[in-house]
């Protein structure tokens, strides 16, 4: 059973924007933390952005860029990606916690219960 479903990806060139989207037919994205992380070859899979209990928590790396967002009536939580660079590339995956997160712990991967399959993001230079 699909629990959590990415969708979004492509290839697009630097500068550009992609907008990815994690839904949901189990959970509601309420009170709880969904979470994007990404996986580069050859690099451990790393925290993007996380939304949690209103709150919202994004890696260096991507902030002023990306934007972590839900939208009610799809039950889907999105992630705008702007300015995308060619170090954004990698494998990019929603993850799901029945518990908040919070501003440190977010990042880790043993908070979050259930996973969806990646989808790829590939920024050309």
């Known amino acids: 059973e699909v629990q959590l479903q990415a969708s979004g990806g492509g290839l697009v060139q630097a500068g550009g924007s992609l907008r990815l989207s994690c839904a949901s037919y189990?959970?509601?994205?309420?009170?709880?933390?969904i979470a994007w992380f990404r996986q580069a070859p050859g690099k451990e899979r790393e925290g993007v952005a996380c939304?949690?209990?209103?709150?919202?928590y994004y890696a260096d790396s991507v902030k002023g860029r990306f934007t972590i967002s839900r939208d009610n009536a799809a039950n889907a939580v999105l992630l705008e990606m702007n300015s995308l660079k060619p170090e954004d590339t990698a494998v990019y995956y929603c993850a799901y916690s029945s518990l908040r997160a919070g501003p440190t712990g977010w990042v880790l991967e043993a908070v979050y219960d259930y996973w969806g399959l990646g989808t790829q993001v590939t920024v050309s230079s």
């Open positions: 939304l949690t209990d209103g709150k919202k």
């Open positions: 189990k959970f509601r994205f309420d009170g709880d933390a």
